[in-house]
């Protein structure tokens, strides 16, 4: 690697680089704070790999605010914006590749009252209650015994997301385009 000076600093020249919630230890809003790099890891510094290492930055950094958005919910590596969240007739949330269990899915089923489609072509229905549609379903409010619950319906499907609608090896593959076809616009998490 080649000592070359950083470009602009991060996330973008002149924007301020502050967390705005210092002690969350996964995801957390606002822009990502990147520290400069003592070193390029390349032979040379390039322009197009500037020009896109801003670009990803830009694209990650909201324009939103916690006032716009009445608060964040913050789940493992997921900030959400609570105003877009609310459910209204005909939300919806997927998930794909759930393995034995879903806490994504559970969660959105429980705090935002969304139904949830399941997807997954790979575990057997026997170790997952939710593929194999015996976990608690549409139950109105859950206990908190870390039990399977599901507040409002899901629905399970052995699918896998790909790059195009297929069968390989016996498993039925379906594209992200498919799954969203006809749905609105903040209708879909």
């Not at 950083?6 to 704070?33: D, I, W």
């Not at 950094?61 to 789940?75: A, Q, V």
């Not at 409002?152 to 699918?159: G, L, Q, R």
């Amino acid at each position: 690697p080649v000592s070359v000076p950083s470009p602009a600093p991060f996330p973008l020249q002149g924007m301020k680089c502050e967390y705005l919630m210092p002690h969350a230890v996964s995801s957390r809003p606002g822009p990502p704070c990147i520290p400069h790099a003592p070193f390029w890891p390349y032979e040379e510094k390039t322009p197009w790999r500037v020009t896109l290492g801003n670009r990803i930055i830009r694209a990650v950094t909201p324009e939103i605010t916690e006032e716009d958005c009445d608060g964040w919910t913050l789940f493992g590596d997921q900030t959400w914006c609570n105003k877009a969240l609310r459910a209204k007739e005909g939300t919806l949330a997927l998930s794909f590749g759930i393995e034995e269990r879903d806490m994504y899915s559970e969660y959105m089923s429980s705090q935002f009252g969304l139904k949830t489609r399941l997807f997954d072509c790979f575990i057997e229905p026997e170790k997952s209650p939710p593929m194999a549609g015996t976990a608690p379903n549409g139950t109105g409010p859950c206990p908190l015994n870390g039990q399977h619950c599901y507040q409002t319906s899901y629905e399970s499907f052995a699918v896998c997301l790909g790059p195009k609608e297929t069968v390989i090896q016996g498993r039925r593959y379906n594209t992200l385009s498919n799954e969203l076809r006809d749905r609105g616009p903040l209708s879909t998490y």
